[in-house]
């Protein structure tokens, strides 16, 4: 069966890249990473993201931003002023 993929070029290149070093096709390289995704158990599980945290009491302007707003774009006027 013929299908149209949009993938990214840089994994294009790599899946190419992959296939010819190894004396294969893209299709059969394309087919091999499907089988392989397909096969995972279910239950396998999901990366998740370290939570990450700096010590301190944190900002001031916490949960205000129109303050921290003001105080990024402080000097340089507003959209579509002109200086």
């Known amino acids: 069966m013929k299908t149209t993929i949009e ?5 294009l290149i790599e899946a190419k890249k992959y296939a010819a070093s190894r004396g294969l096709t893209l299709r ?4 091999l990473g499907l ?21 301190g ?12 707003r ?4 402080e000097g340089r006027g507003g ?3 002109t200086k």
């Not at 059969?28 to 087919?31: D, F, K, P, S, T």
């Not at 302007?61 to 921290?68: D, L, Q, T």
């Open 79 to 81: 959209i579509g002023e």
């Open 28 to 31: 059969q390289v394309m087919e």
């Open 57 to 68: 009491k944190g900002s001031k302007y916490e949960g205000n931003w129109e303050a921290i």
């Open 35 to 55: 089988q392989s995704v397909l096969k995972e158990p279910a239950s396998k599980k999901r990366f998740r993201m370290k939570l990450v945290t700096f010590g």
């Open 70 to 73: 003001e105080m990024i774009y």
């Open 7 to 11: 993938i990214s070029d840089t994994l």
